[in-house]
């Protein structure tokens, strides 16, 4: 059993394998895992893409703020959020006041290779799905770039090598 001080949160693109490699990270210190988006949808009883059709993007980014927030306060493991969650101000405050930010970065093939046959981002249901995902990692890599921590998710490493980099464990 390890003892974190802070949780980890897990930023980055859609793609990029927060949640996976999250699992493999909290899996190697014995720590709690828990997904932003798993207790948003638990707690609405909706999906993802279900919470955009009904109540908007804006309604979501403050269920994605306050649980966040509420997950901070709690037990120190591992946080894996939403590609989008990092954007907030607010959120980045809070992460930083009680967490440690790990960028998973991903170059925009990579990310596109496991994104384009899934369809459950509502933010990539657009004409051009993938030009989409190039102006996201445009817009957001400078300001994931402002994480403690990051770690190169390169084709063929594996989730548990990548766990091992990221916080040597
Ligand atoms: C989003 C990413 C999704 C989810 C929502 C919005 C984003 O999470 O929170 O669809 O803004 O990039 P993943 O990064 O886990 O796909």
Do not use: C
């Amino acid at each position: 059993m390890h003892r974190l001080k802070k949780t980890v949160v897990m930023i980055g693109m859609m793609g990029s394998g927060k949640t996976a490699v999250g699992t493999a990270l909290a899996r190697a210190l014995g720590v709690p895992f828990i997904d932003s988006d798993h207790e948003i949808e638990r707690a609405s009883t909706l999906s993802i893409p279900e919470i955009f059709e009904r109540h908007g993007e804006p309604f979501f980014r403050d269920r994605e703020a306050e649980v966040i927030a509420r997950l901070l306060d709690g037990e120190p493991g591992i946080l894996s959020t939403g590609g989008g969650a990092f954007m907030s101000e607010r959120n980045r405050q809070t992460i930083s006041e009680r967490g440690v930010a790990l960028w998973i970065r991903a170059d925009a093939e990579l990310l596109w290779t496991r994104v384009r046959h899934k369809d459950t981002r509502p933010l990539l249901r657009t004409p051009d799905p993938k030009a989409t995902l190039l102006e996201f990692i445009e817009k957001r890599d400078p300001v994931y770039a402002l994480a403690d921590l990051v770690v190169d998710a390169e084709p063929g490493i594996s989730i548990e090598e990548m766990a091992q980099k990221s916080i040597g464990v």
